[in-house]
């Protein structure tokens, strides 16, 4: 897939001020400081379309980015940030579940994974919940630059063996350096495959 165009669309704390479901959505989610926004912006080959930050926990809306006019990027908040309070947190968690668990036009979860880090009881937990929901989901493992590609295999390797205890298959994965353009194409020809059997949903208003 050509990225042709990619805009941001708008920022959402509230389910019911989403865009219509109409187009196929992907949403893009890990710990806090997983290199989401620079995935994001890799992915959409434009440099300042979801603001990086070095204060982990910056993203606190849903934010929707339309690219080729056809299909829309979802940042979510990320998990797992200790600063916020608890109140914010449970307000977050709340907030996240229900779009992911309601989005009708919701295709896929990509779950982002810190490459360099042994597998997280916080990230473990998220994918047993998303299996728990039916939900379909792929594994992004980000900042593949910062170690040697035998190292991030020993992390996929390990992470495999900890989801493996709840999980009878592993599910798809990619490996990506937003960096060195690492996973670009390869996230976006799975896209790609999954918006040629995207349905526009029925709403029961």
Known sequence: MIVKSAEFIC?????????????AEYAFIGRSNVGKSSLINMLAGKKGL???????????????FL???????????????????????ADWSKFIHTYLDKRESLQ??????????EPQKIDLEFCNWLGEKGLSFVLVFTKAD?????????????????LGQTFDEFPQYFITSSETQLGHDEVLNFIDEVNKHFVIPTINI
């Open 11 to 23: 920022s959402n704390t509230q389910i019911s001020k989403l865009p219509p479901p109409v187009k």
């Open 146 to 162: 910062k170690q040697s590609s035998i190292k991030t295999d020993q992390s996929v390797a390990q992470f495999k063996k900890a």
């Open 108 to 117: 896929c979860v990509m779950v982002l994974i810190d490459s360099r880090l």
């Open 67 to 89: 690219v080729n006019d056809s299909w829309y990027i979802v940042d979510l908040p990320g998990y797992g940030y200790a600063r916020a309070s608890k109140t914010k947190k």
């Open 50 to 64: 979801a603001k990086t930050s070095q204060t982990p926990g910056k993203t606190q809306l849903i934010n929707h």
